[in-house]
């Protein structure tokens, strides 16, 4: 946590100029306006302020952090409602540019960044609303508003969260045989590892470490990536209980080679080389930076490598970071699946792409362990469903490996429907939900 924003929000500092954070909430209207040192300390964001050098800019540890404290939300909350009413009381901001425009482009970004992206919805839309025609009166601001608030933020964090939700729904049957479990339609507690109901396995925690790596490294660097893989399997790194859990055979050789020999590419052993654990934690590689789909791919295929020597699992990875890309650019689900196929795949890939899984009985479907049994399953349980939730379970019921077709689910699901349709039930009970979403909003 960054100690001088850290010293604001909780020791009451006079920092915001020469204001302290409970002082902010009782400034008149004129002090509103004619103070320019505050905004920046009451919305935190991740970008330089050029108007107040002096504020520290928001790092994804400090932005955890502060989305984890309630004392913070809570006036989060409240200093977004003081400033919708000093825009509704003063209509001078109503113009072609005015420096509240500015205050409103830092709001929206940090109630996204800290709260979510349905508040930071609201906020915009009531703004909006004030001003009639945005559109045709501050129609550069209006642009920049909505760059900071858009889609491809609702479908980053559905599909990053969504992950996590599938993975926590799967857990507590994973390794069991279809039908021979109740059937899945809440969190719950138990299973092989005896998880807390709404925990999660490795699946989400690898997934938060390419993500911190990601976002903290701004490129894929393979030795920091498989530093972290080593710190959550060894001590409990970004996991949902402190204890990892769930390593697969591939992952766990690889991990030992990295750290006998500094390793940094997976090298062939056996047979049993195209597991699921690369295609699991894909999200953040689709959703990188806006990537385009061609280096989204090759991201993809990176990651993957760099734990499982596999052909088909490269290949697995780079078809779902392409269908991801394609859902954030805006294209429906049918309309991104048949865009992919139109690129070179191997047989065994191709072969479960081409087939049409509406209708098709889960008996037919197998999902195992084998990377592209856990595609299909995933492709069977959304081109079946018409929601995220419904998804999401038919996916978990599945039995087997039950978590992992969960996560590479809620990972398509999430870019197809947006965070903002996952039922706030999924959200409330996951396991460090506040974490994966912030982390989700630093990824672009």
């Known amino acids: 946590m960054h100690e001088r924003l850290q010293k604001f929000h909780e020791a009451k500092a006079v920092l915001a100029n020469g204001y302290s954070r409970d002082d902010l909430l009782l400034l008149s209207d004129q002090e509103f306006e004619s103070s320019h040192g505050f905004i920046q300390w009451a919305f935190p964001t991740n970008e330089q302020s050029y108007n107040n050098f002096s504020v520290p800019i928001l790092d994804v540890d400090s932005a955890?952090?502060?989305?984890?404290?309630?004392?913070?939300i809570t006036f989060l909350e409240d200093m977004t409602a003081r400033f919708l009413q000093f825009l509704k009381r003063n209509r001078h901001w109503i113009r072609s540019y005015?420096?509240?425009?500015?205050?409103?482009?830092?709001?929206?970004?940090?109630?996204?960044?800290?709260?979510?992206?349905e508040l930071a919805h609201w906020f915009l839309e009531t703004v909006t609303g004030?001003?009639?025609?945005?559109?045709?009166?501050?129609?550069?601001?209006?642009?920049i508003w909505t760059q900071k608030l858009s889609r491809i933020h609702d479908v980053t964090a559905g599909s990053f969260v969504g992950l996590a939700i599938g993975d926590a729904l799967g857990a507590p049957v994973e390794f069991c045989r279809r039908g021979t479990f109740q059937e899945v339609s809440e969190y719950r507690s138990g299973g092989y590892f005896n998880l807390p109901s709404g925990c999660w396995t490795d699946d989400t925690a690898m997934s938060l470490c390419l993500a911190k790596s990601l976002?903290?490294?701004?490129?894929?660097?393979?030795?920091?990536?498989?530093?972290?893989?080593?710190?959550?399997?060894?001590?409990?790194?970004?996991?949902?209980?402190?204890?990892?859990?769930?390593?697969?055979?591939?992952?766990?050789?690889?991990?030992g080679a990295f750290r006998r020999n500094g390793t940094l590419k997976a090298e062939k052993v056996g047979l049993r080389n195209d597991g699921n654990g690369s295609l699991m934690r894909l999200s953040s590689a689709a959703f990188f930076r806006n990537n385009s789909i061609e280096n989204a791919r090759a991201l993809a295929s990176l990651q993957s490598r760099t734990t499982h020597a596999s052909d088909i699992a490269d290949e697995c990875c780079q078809f779902l970071a392409e269908l991801m890309c394609r859902l954030r650019q805006g294209q429906d689900y049918d309309t991104a699946k048949q865009c992919c196929m139109n690129n070179e795949w191997s047989y065994p890939l191709h072969s479960i792409l081409e087939t049409n899984y509406v209708n098709t009985q889960p008996d037919l479907i197998k999902a195992s362990g084998y990377v592209l049994d856990t595609l299909q399953s995933a492709i069977w349980a959304v081109e079946n469903s018409s929601s995220?939730?419904?998804?999401?379970?038919?996916?978990?019921?599945?039995?087997?490996?039950?978590?992992?077709?969960?996560?590479?689910?809620?990972?398509?699901?999430?870019?197809?429907?947006?965070y903002s349709s996952i039922p706030e039930k999924l959200k409330i009970g996951l396991k460090k939900e506040r974490e994966l979403y912030v982390t989700s909003q630093f990824l672009n």
């Not at 420096?99 to 979510?116: E, P």
């Not at 004030?130 to 642009?143: R, V, W």
């Open 64 to 72: 955890i952090y502060l989305s984890e404290n309630q004392k913070f």
């Open 98 to 117: 005015d420096h509240n425009h500015l205050r409103i482009s830092r709001a929206v970004k940090s109630i996204r960044l800290l709260h979510s992206y």
């Open 130 to 143: 004030f001003a009639g025609d945005p559109l045709d009166i501050m129609p550069n601001s209006h642009a």
């Open 215 to 255: 976002i903290i490294n701004r490129e894929l660097n393979t030795e920091d990536l498989l530093g972290r893989f080593s710190n959550w399997l060894e001590h409990g790194e970004n996991t949902s209980t402190g204890i990892s859990v769930g390593v697969g055979q591939n992952t766990l050789r690889t991990l």
């Open 388 to 418: 995220f939730e419904m998804a999401v379970l038919k996916a978990v019921n599945l039995g087997d490996d039950a978590d992992t077709v969960g996560a590479v689910t809620g990972q398509i699901a999430g870019a197809i429907y947006g």
